[in-house]
């Protein structure tokens, strides 16, 4: 019914994806990097909320130019399928993920998002709706499910994590644990949003791996599923 869906991330050692400006800083290092340039050529689609798309910019290409060849030789395009869960339509026009290097795009928005602003959109991405005042991810995730998405990457962020947490909807659960510590009460976490309340309610993980990678840790978890 829905993709398996990986998310993966770098945080430091206080569990901060980035600075109370939530600008991009790196925590990880070349060694992580490959490994991640790795898991995007695995996956058939990666996804990250407008929130990262309107901080970092992010292509969410495949950078390496050995994995794109693979990827081709297996009848893929060189990039995976990139999605911006964007409810209300604010993805500019100029963004890279919309322009740099080859393959499918695909934003999902709800049913309160500008039509004016989809129109635009839609000369670069394809338009899929779920839900009515925000994305509904369940719905969204099944429907790319029915186009032949069968693996999907996550990259933030911690909104769109928190929220397919909150749905039950993570697979496997990767963070790279950087050796800085960047503070802040606002800064941003893996998991943001409201949060469970009760210990019942909890997302279960149980580790699958870990090792040490660049300077840090790289931590594997599997999902318990209730």
């Not at 990986?6 to 050692?13: G, Y």
């Not at 292509?59 to 990827?71: A, D």
């Not at 081709?72 to 026009?93: E, F, M, Q």
Request: proline residues 4%; aromatic residues 6%.
């Amino acid at each position: 019914m829905f993709p398996y869906v990986t998310v993966n991330l770098a945080m430091s050692a206080d569990g901060k994806l980035s600075t109370i400006e939530r600008k991009q800083v790196k925590i990880s290092g070349q060694d992580d990097f490959r490994r991640v340039d790795i898991l995007k050529a695995e996956n058939d689609a990666i996804m990250v909320g407008i929130g990262t798309v309107l901080a970092d910019d992010p292509s969410l290409t495949v950078k390496s130019p050995e994995l794109k060849e693979k990827r081709l030789s297996s009848g893929r395009d060189k990039n995976p399928v990139r999605i911006i869960v964007d409810s209300k339509a604010r993805t500019p026009c100029s963004a890279e993920i919309l322009h740099k290097g080859p393959g499918r795009r695909i934003i999902a928005v709800s049913k309160s998002a500008d039509p004016k602003k989809i129109d635009e959109l839609g000369k670069y991405a394809e338009i899929v709706q779920a839900g009515d005042e925000r994305v509904d991810l369940r719905i969204f995730l099944a429907k790319i499910a029915e186009m032949g998405i069968e693996t999907l990457m996550v990259e933030g962020g911690g909104s769109l994590i928190w929220s397919l947490f909150e749905d039950d909807l993570v697979d496997e659960y990767y963070t790279c644990i950087g050796n800085v510590i960047i503070g802040g009460a606002s800064a941003p976490t893996p998991a943001d949003g409201t949060g469970f309340i009760r210990e019942n309610e909890f997302t279960k993980l149980e580790i699958a791996s870990m090792e040490k990678i660049d300077s840090g840790v790289l931590l594997k978890w599997k999902i318990i599923k209730n």
